[in-house]
C-alpha cells in the first residue's frame, strides 16, 4: 500500500517548456488536490477533483490544467513554464470531505 | 472564499514548556479544520482535527480548540519536547454537497523547541 505517489520527485525545466506531474493514489480515495508550497505561503490550492470526472479551480489556478484519468490518478500540466512556477508541488488525497488527507511526498519544480 | 491566517511565523520554546498557534478563517460555512505538522524536506501530516459541533478536542499532549463564533480556532502542544519542532499548517474547509472540500491552509509556523 503506497498512499499516494508523485512522479518526479525533482524537475528542472527551461521557460517556455511543457511538463505534467504525474499523481496516483490507492486508497480508493474520490477526492484529489494539487498544492503548490512556497516559502512562507504555506500551501496553496491549485486544482482539485470531488470525484472521478470532475475538477474544480483552486486559489492559484493560473497556468495549470488539470485531468482526473481514472478514479486512481490525477494530473497536473504546466503548458508553458514561467520562473514564478518554481515551487515545491504536493498531491493529496482524501476518502471525502472532512476526513483526512494525505499527501505525496512533493515534486520540486524549477524553472529556469 | 475562504481565507485562512495563522500567527505566529516563528515560535520559539523552552523544552517542556507549551506552544500555542492560532488560526482565523473568513467563511462562516467552513466546518472541518485540521492541522498539519511538516518537517523538514517531508510531507504534511495529519497530527488532529477538529469539526464544528465540538469545541475542544484533545489527543495525549495536543489539544485544539475552536470558536465558531469569532471564527478561530488555535492548537496547544503542552511539554513540548525537541521532535516537535517542525511546521505546522492549519486549514479550514466547508464540506460541500458533493462531499468534496476545498482545503485551505494558513501560512504556517515554524515551531523550535530548545533543548
Known amino acids: 500500500n503506497a498512499g499516494v505517489t508523485q512522479t518526479p520527485k525533482f524537475q528542472v525545466l527551461k521557460t517556455g517548456q511543457s511538463m505534467t506531474l504525474q499523481c496516483a493514489q490507492d486508497m480508493n480515495h474520490n477526492s484529489m488536490y494539487w498544492y503548490r508550497q512556497d516559502p512562507g505561503m504555506g500551501l496553496r490550492l491549485i486544482y482539485y477533483?470531488?470525484?472521478?470526472?470532475?475538477?474544480d479551480k483552486g486559489e492559484v489556478p493560473n497556468g495549470y490544467n488539470v485531468s482526473r484519468l481514472n478514479k486512481r490518478e490525477f494530473s497536473l500540466r504546466l503548458e508553458s513554464a514561467a520562473p514564478s512556477q518554481t515551487s515545491v508541488y504536493f498531491c493529496?488525497?482524501?476518502?471525502?470531505?472532512?476526513?483526512?488527507?494525505?499527501f505525496g511526498q512533493g515534486t520540486r519544480l524549477t524553472v529556469v | 472564499g475562504e481565507n485562512v491566517e495563522q500567527h505566529p511565523s516563528t515560535l520559539s520554546v523552552q523544552e517542556g514548556d507549551s506552544a500555542v498557534i492560532k488560526c482565523t478563517y473568513s467563511d462562516s460555512a467552513s466546518n472541518y479544520f485540521p492541522w498539519y505538522k511538516q518537517e523538514l524536506g517531508k510531507r504534511p501530516q495529519l497530527i488532529i482535527d477538529i469539526r464544528s459541533n465540538v469545541g475542544e478536542k484533545k489527543d495525549q499532549r495536543i489539544a485544539v480548540t475552536l470558536n465558531k463564533t469569532a471564527k478561530h480556532f488555535s492548537l496547544h502542544i503542552t511539554e513540548t519536547q525537541p521532535e516537535d519542532s517542525a511546521v505546522y499548517f492549519c486549514?479550514?474547509?466547508?464540506?460541500?454537497?458533493?462531499?468534496?472540500?476545498?482545503?485551505?491552509f494558513g501560512s504556517g509556523t515554524r515551531l523550535l523547541v530548545r533543548p
Open positions: 477533483s470531488a470525484s472521478e470526472g470532475t475538477t
Open positions: 486549514a479550514a474547509s466547508p464540506i460541500r454537497m458533493d462531499s468534496s472540500y476545498k482545503l485551505i
Open positions: 493529496a488525497s482524501s476518502y471525502t470531505g472532512g476526513t483526512e488527507a494525505f
